[in-house]
């Protein structure tokens, strides 16, 4: 039951990255300017592509949490499922001390748990 918990985090957090690299590569000058209100509207048209590249890298983590939800070695799912959360955790994380604290809530926590989900099942 607690692997069946850790993969819908997985999905959860992936369709979240899905959501950030739609927002950053895609909405970046219309709807990221109602969602990132601190950022100064003026940097946004400046900013496209800058963040239009940190879309496809949160893409890139979307696939590969996705990824590894179709692993059929069970040892291999789980490695790779955790590294991906682990890179999303460092990012939230960094997120979290370098920009906004809202990050680590958002990014940050739902990684967290899917790790310690992967963990429980792993060694209970």
């Not at 692997?3 to 979240?16: M, Q, R, T, Y």
């Not at 900013?47 to 239009?52: D, N």
């Not at 590294?83 to 906004?100: Q, W």
Request: hydrophobic content about 65%.
């Amino acid at each position: 039951m607690i692997l069946l918990f850790a993969k819908i985090v997985v999905v959860i957090v992936a369709l979240l990255h899905i959501y950030f690299l739609w927002l950053e590569m895609f909405a970046w000058t219309t709807k990221a300017k109602k969602v990132f209100r601190q950022f100064p509207e003026d940097l946004f048209e400046p900013t496209k592509t800058l963040a239009a590249n940190q879309g496809l890298y949160n893409g890139f983590l979307a696939a590969g949490l996705l990824w590894s939800l179709f692993i059929q070695d069970p040892i291999w799912q789980i490695n790779v499922a955790l590294f991906f959360l682990v890179c999303v955790a460092v990012a939230g994380i960094y997120g979290a001390l370098t920009a906004s604290k809202k990050i680590l809530v958002v990014q940050g926590f739902p990684a967290l748990l899917g790790i310690a989900l992967f963990l429980l099942h792993l060694f209970l």
